[in-house]
């Protein structure tokens, strides 16, 4: 697995620490947290199925050479 577009999987990041840290401090609801997890990583893992030119995917995979 190699990161193919490092500014997208930064925002998925850090997107993802700060949901942590709002359902940790009891901010939000753990529902909602996990709903929102849920979106991001389903939203960065499925970017790579599409392939399209103009969006390079997050994460591909390895090249077999």
């Known amino acids: 697995m ?9 925002i998925v990041l850090v997107a993802m ?4 840290g709002l ?3 009891n901010k ?3 529902s909602a947290a996990t ?3 849920g ?4 939203y960065s893992m499925g970017n ?3 392939g399209t030119a103009d969006t390079p995917p ?7 050479e």
């Open 2 to 10: 190699n990161i193919t577009n490092p500014p997208k999987a930064l």
């Open 35 to 37: 709903g929102l997890l």
């Open 28 to 30: 939000i609801d753990q």
């Open 39 to 42: 979106s991001i990583v389903g």
């Open 17 to 20: 620490v700060c949901i942590t």
């Open 58 to 64: 997050i994460v591909s995979g390895k090249n077999k």
């Open 48 to 50: 790579g199925i599409r």
């Open 23 to 25: 359902m940790f401090s």
